[in-house]
Nanobody, 120 residues
Framework: VQLQAFGGGLVQAGGSLRLSCAAN????????MGWYRQAPGKQRDLVAT???????DYANSVKGRFTISRDNAKNTMYLQMNGLKLEDTDVYYC???????????????WGPGTLVTVSS
């Protein structure tokens, strides 16, 4: 199972970006998915999560600006980021809790990270 993340880049403050995270490989199902972000030398912070049935949760710092969603048919998750602020500059990592075929437990897979840079 591999996760591929797309959509990072440079944007001006107040602008928008959409990140995508696609899971590829063979597996039985994907449970929770989500996004973390991390600045150099700092801890990785949770941004948003989404369950397999679409229940979402957000960090207080992004509530009302970011929207997480997923397309289960495409095994893909999205993070729509609006009203971006300078402090949103980070490397964004997606994760997925995957149950592999023939197994009953889930394993957490991580994407490689995509850089989001917000400029003034």
């Amino acid at each position: 199972v591999q996760l591929q993340a797309f959509g990072g880049g440079l944007v001006q403050a107040g602008g928008s970006l959409r990140l995508s995270c696609a899971a590829n490989g063979t597996f039985a199902r994907i449970n929770n998915m989500g996004w973390y972000r991390q600045a150099p030398g700092k801890q990785r912070d949770l941004v948003a999560t989404i369950t397999s049935d679409g229940t979402t949760d957000y960090a207080n710092s992004v509530k009302g600006r970011f929207t997480i969603s997923r397309d289960n048919a495409k095994n893909t998750m999205y993070l729509q980021m609006n009203g971006l602020k300078l402090e949103d500059t980070d490397v964004y990592y997606c994760y997925a809790k995957v149950v592999r075929v023939g197994l009953t437990y889930e394993y957490t897979y991580w994407g490689p990270g995509t850089l989001v840079t917000v400029s003034s």
